[in-house]
């Protein structure tokens, strides 16, 4: 773990405008023309997120090119975690991190989880200017694989191979591989990055949700179900492991989904998942 925290603590950390971005989002009276002075001193950031708000993904009725228009549209929490969503990307956009799987399989697995835990969050209720939070969880639920990888690549893709033959969970193959699973490494990137308790708690526990009824735990327990959901689509990391179909089936049985409810979400999110594809486009990902 020394090793993995040593890397961590030498990762790029947020760059300065979406510490602010964060900062400001958290203060209960924060106007858009407050966060507009914040977002608008970084021109490639701006340009980003006005590209995305004029994009397919939110459909919005007119050209928007006032940001401080669009943070009105979309509202304070759904910008902040478009400039995490970029941040993101940013922090972790090095091919030579990837040794072990795929860097375009990785991000096109998180997009589809993000897409996933967004709808999912639609469905259970949760008020339309949270769903952003899900969609950012999701992003970043395997963020703890990319450290694991890039210092242990041949004890990763052993663990793999090892989830792989004997239908068990990823974590499980890196715990017992490596001695640390993605979970608790994404949590303490979380923590690194001051992205609060909530988010850390759904990194680090996607893979062993309390109950999904438990109202505290929603976050954790969609985020689970969202990126079992996308396994079963075919939408895993080539290369880096997945749930195991047994702990698959249990965590759809936990929710009481039945296949062909399964089968409509997998569709919804597959339509949703074409749509949301601008984030990788614009964050140059592809």
Not at 69 to 93: C, D, H, Q
Not at 125 to 151: C, Q, T, W
Not at 206 to 222: K, Q, Y
Request: proline share 5%.
């Amino acid at each position: 773990m020394s090793k993995v925290r040593a890397y961590i603590l030498r990762m790029a950390g947020l760059s300065t405008t979406t510490l602010k971005v964060l900062r400001v989002c958290n203060e209960p009276d924060t106007s858009a023309n407050t966060l507009n002075r914040v977002i608008s001193l970084d021109p490639v950031l701006t340009g980003r997120v006005l590209q995305l708000v004029n994009s397919a993904y939110y459909s919005l009725p007119s050209k928007v090119s006032s940001l401080t228009r669009a943070i009105i549209l979309l509202g304070i929490n759904t910008v902040k975690n478009v400039v995490l969503s970029f941040a993101l990307f940013e922090s972790f956009s090095k091919q030579d991190a990837f040794r072990a799987f795929s860097a375009d399989g990785f991000w096109a697995h998180s997009l589809s989880v993000a897409v996933a835990a967004k709808l999912l969050a639609a469905e259970q209720g949760v008020p339309a200017s949270e769903r952003e939070d899900y969609f950012v969880a999701g992003l970043m639920h395997d963020i703890g694989k990319i450290p694991l990888n890039h210092l242990f690549p041949d004890d990763y893709r052993q663990a793999a191979q090892w989830a792989h033959s004997s239908d068990a969970p990823m974590y499980e193959a890196e715990q017992a591989v490596i001695g640390i699973g993605h979970g608790e490494v994404g949590g303490v990137i979380a923590k690194r990055w001051e992205l609060g308790p909530m988010l850390a708690e759904a990194l680090s526990l996607h893979h062993e949700p309390p109950s999904p009824r438990h109202n505290g735990v929603r976050l954790v327990g969609v985020v689970a179900l969202a990126d079992v959901l996308t396994h079963t689509m075919g939408a895993g990391i080539p290369g880096g492991g997945g749930d195991g179909e047994a702990a698959g089936h249990r965590t759809l049985e936990a929710w009481g989904l039945s296949p062909e409810t399964v089968a409509a979400l997998a569709a919804a999110v597959a339509r949703e998942i074409e749509k949301a594809q601008v984030f990788l486009e614009i964050a140059g990902r592809e």
